[in-house]
């Protein structure tokens, strides 16, 4: 059975920073393009950034600077480590592991909230 556990996620000033880790289970984690999503009020889920099997990465631009993402091989984990938190960055964030070579394998995780509040 695929699990995919987001924690870390809470109430944050602006300005303020948050780690969101993903654990996975089930899959062959370095096998797979691990990525995070968002989804704020009132709009459709985003990418935010993603990272590769062989470590390459992508960002929105909306975080670029901001964000980091990272893979732990070892522990099955993907980080997003989010710095400079603005009230924009409100959202519920996933994680997503994408596998896709002749047929597609493509799991999500359950979420964990973010809200940047004063």
């Known amino acids: 059975q695929v699990q995919l556990v987001e924690s870390g996620g809470g109430l944050v000033q602006p300005g303020g920073s948050l780690r969101l880790s993903c654990a996975a289970s089930g899959i062959s984690f370095s096998s797979y393009t691990m990525g995070w999503y968002r989804r704020a009020p009132g709009k459709q889920r985003e990418l935010v950034a993603t990272?590769?099997?062989?470590?390459?990465?992508n960002y929105a631009d909306s975080v670029k600077g901001r964000f980091t993402i990272s893979r732990d091989n070892a522990k099955n984990t993907v980080y997003l480590q989010m710095n400079s938190l603005k009230p924009e960055d409100t959202a519920v964030y996933y994680c997503?592991?994408?596998?896709?070579?002749?047929?597609?394998?493509?799991?999500w995780g359950q979420g964990t909230q973010v809200t940047v509040s004063s």
């Open positions: 997503n592991a994408d596998w896709t070579l002749s047929y597609r394998l493509n799991y």
């Open positions: 990272i590769t099997s062989g470590g390459s990465i």
